[in-house]
């Protein structure tokens, strides 16, 4: 179960309050977008107006990005290319123990909602945390750059040790490997075995979409 900080930190995520007690590329670029757009609490829902405040806060991360020297100039090549999912292209990292993924938030309805996600991952899935490295452009496409320890698998993923575990920490299997806590508020899809890898019988979590729904 998860501390009363984790839970608080949890909640100012939730609740979309500016968090000071972090520095993180990841956190201060989440707080940029804070500050002039409320978090979406509703998935799924209004889709033509959540398309044009996700291209407003591009245009304005491309101006913060730009002030705050984030342009990565010199991104992962294709020799280091590994394997392309539904919202990221995944390279080798250059240390050899950790993943880059080129992620252009196309599965969440705003960058906010995406940089939600991220924190609300790091938070959860400490092991497998992802670092904010900075920002390309690929095909005039913005995409963030994240590194995440590498896990390499050594067994199956049982997808009913996935259940037991999200279902200890409140998480409810609602449809084939989509899950909510309703005590949190927050709904967590799509974890299969590709998502979730076992090591040494131990669970890690490497592909989390998180989504803030909060129910009146």
Known sequence: ??????????????????????????????NFLCSGFSTNTEVKKDFEKQA???????ELLRQFITENSLWLSNPPGEKEFLTEGGEARIYFGND?????KLNDAVYYSTWLDFFNSVLIHNL????TAYELLGFTERDSR???????PFIIADGTTDLQDVKTLLNYNGFENTRRNDYYNKELGI?????????VIVNSNTLFFIDTVFYIHLTK
């Open 187 to 195: 709904i967590l899809e799509d974890m299969h075995d590709e998502n």
């Open 96 to 100: 050899k123990k950790s993943v880059v």
């Open 52 to 58: 044009q405040i996700k291209k407003e806060q591009g």
């Open 142 to 148: 913005l995409m963030a750059i994240l590194r995440q």
């Open 124 to 127: 959860l899935f400490e092991r």
């Open 1 to 30: 179960m998860y501390s009363n900080d984790t839970r608080q930190r949890l909640e100012n995520i939730i609740k979309g309050i500016i968090i000071k007690e972090q520095s993180d590329t990841c956190t201060t670029t989440r």
